[in-house]
């Protein structure tokens, strides 16, 4: 069985940055098509960026310009640098490991699941 860690989440301020880590067991990380989604209170888990093996990323349109995904397969370590963070990124947030079948947004397109971290932008 596959575990995903998350790490780096904390309570910032609005306009600050955090970077997530989501380590990864075993040794076919480097396999894995990777995503980053997010559940704020009260709503459902939001799609907020994903990375294929060969590097092409994606992206939620609240997000773009404002956060990196990126991985290192040496690290066995996928990561989400979060800049310019409003109250409204507040939320608790997965890594995942993609699956397929359903759109890249889908989390039922993710098989494994991190027990997240929580992010919390204050005003």
């Known amino acids: 069985q596959v575990q995903l860690v998350e790490s780096g989440g904390g309570l910032v301020q609005a306009g600050g940055s955090l970077r997530l880590s989501c380590a990864v067991s075993g040794r076919s990380f480097g396999t894995y098509d990777m995503g980053w989604f997010r559940r704020a209170p009260g709503k459902d888990r939001d799609f907020v960026a994903a990375?294929?093996?060969?590097?092409?990323?994606y992206y939620a349109d609240s997000v773009k310009g404002r956060f990196t995904i990126s991985r290192d397969n040496d690290k066995n370590t996928l990561y989400l640098q979060m800049n310019s963070l409003n109250p409204e990124d507040t939320a608790v947030y997965h890594c995942?490991?993609?699956?397929?079948?359903?759109?890249?947004?889908?989390?039922?397109?993710?098989?494994?699941w991190g027990q997240g971290t929580q992010v919390t932008v204050s005003s």
């Open positions: 995942a490991i993609r699956s397929g079948g359903l759109g890249y947004t889908s989390p039922f397109s993710y098989k494994y």
């Open positions: 990375i294929w093996t060969g590097n092409r990323t």
